[in-house]
């Protein structure tokens, strides 16, 4: 499989494209905006599948170059994992207009972008799968905290979005899925919940995510999976 991986540089991202890599038949593009850490990342995977590609997905004409740059290597893509993000920790009467853009720039309007962009590259005769990363702070009904209303309210736009475009494309062979995370220890966390001691690592959601992105659209469309252990 050909998959597209944004957020790359870190966290669960970071391992996840260790994941993908490492089976020989699929080729992973390492989206992020830090290319040193991507060069790295591409010393530790074992195979020679890993094609780093420095990009901030929330400039708005970043796309373009990023299609462009995908396009010198191939004709095609099976899969996208949306997983970069950025999140701001603020009580909501301090949360300014550019926290606000920021947060929903990257979390929101950079997923919508990159999907249009790939649409082209994606072959009707063979099922493609776009994963789309949230939150359980996006996930209706569960546990919200204090100082994350940009943050949640982000990611519950990515669950909806997800069950428009799984509908609106279903008779185009494109299956989207969104994964609702719950707490897993990364530096975002770190960010939302100083101190607090996930029960998951980034490399063990990173497996489940794997093998939810190589196989998931075989069997469900339009799904927003909850996943989690718990959520502090």
């Given at each position: 499989?050909?998959?597209?991986?944004?957020?790359?540089?870190?966290?669960?991202?970071?391992?996840?494209?260790?994941?993908?890599?490492?089976?020989?038949k699929?080729?992973v593009?390492?989206?992020?905006?830090n290319?040193?850490?991507?060069?790295?990342?591409?010393k530790?995977?074992k195979n020679?599948?890993?094609?780093?590609i420095?990009?901030?997905?929330s400039?708005?004409?970043?796309?373009?170059?990023?299609?462009?740059?995908?396009?010198?290597?191939t004709?095609e893509?099976?899969?996208?994992?949306?997983?970069?993000g950025?999140?701001?920790?603020?009580?909501?009467?301090?949360?300014?207009?550019?926290?606000?853009?920021?947060?929903?720039?990257?979390?929101?309007?950079?997923?919508?972008?990159?999907?249009?962009?790939?649409?082209?590259?994606?072959?009707?005769?063979?099922?493609?799968?776009?994963?789309?990363?949230?939150?359980?702070?996006?996930?209706?009904?569960?546990?919200?905290?204090?100082?994350?209303?940009?943050?949640?309210?982000?990611?519950?736009?990515?669950?909806?979005l997800t069950?428009?475009?799984?509908?609106?494309?279903?008779?185009?062979?494109?299956?989207?899925n969104?994964l609702a995370?719950?707490a897993?220890?990364?530096?975002?966390?770190?960010?939302?919940?100083?101190?607090?001691?996930?029960?998951?690592?980034?490399?063990?959601?990173?497996?489940?995510?794997?093998d939810?992105?190589?196989?998931?659209?075989?069997?469900?469309?339009g799904?927003?999976?909850?996943?989690?252990?718990?959520?502090?």
């Amino acid at each position: 499989m050909k998959i597209i991986v944004t957020g790359a540089s870190r966290g669960i991202g970071y391992e996840l494209v260790k994941q993908l890599s490492a089976d020989e038949k699929n080729t992973v593009f390492a989206i992020s905006r830090n290319f040193e850490k991507l060069e790295q990342l591409k010393k530790e995977c074992k195979n020679e599948n890993v094609i780093p590609i420095a990009c901030d997905l929330s400039q708005k004409n970043s796309v373009d170059s990023l299609i462009a740059e995908i396009k010198k290597h191939t004709t095609e893509i099976n899969a996208v994992v949306n997983n970069a993000g950025v999140l701001v920790n603020k009580p909501f009467s301090e949360i300014s207009s550019d926290d606000l853009e920021n947060i929903y720039n990257v979390n929101v309007f950079a997923v919508v972008r990159l999907i249009q962009g790939v649409l082209p590259l994606l072959d009707e005769k063979v099922k493609s799968h776009i994963v789309n990363i949230s939150s359980m702070g996006g996930f209706q009904g569960s546990a919200k905290f204090s100082g994350l209303s940009a943050y949640s309210s982000s990611k519950a736009s990515l669950v909806c979005l997800t069950e428009c475009l799984a509908e609106e494309f279903k008779e185009k062979n494109i299956a989207f899925n969104c994964l609702a995370l719950g707490a897993v220890q990364t530096e975002m966390l770190n960010e939302a919940f100083p101190g607090y001691i996930a029960p998951l690592s980034s490399q063990e959601m990173a497996f489940f995510i794997a093998d939810f992105v190589i196989n998931a659209h075989k069997v469900m469309n339009g799904r927003i999976i909850p996943v989690t252990l718990s959520t502090p």
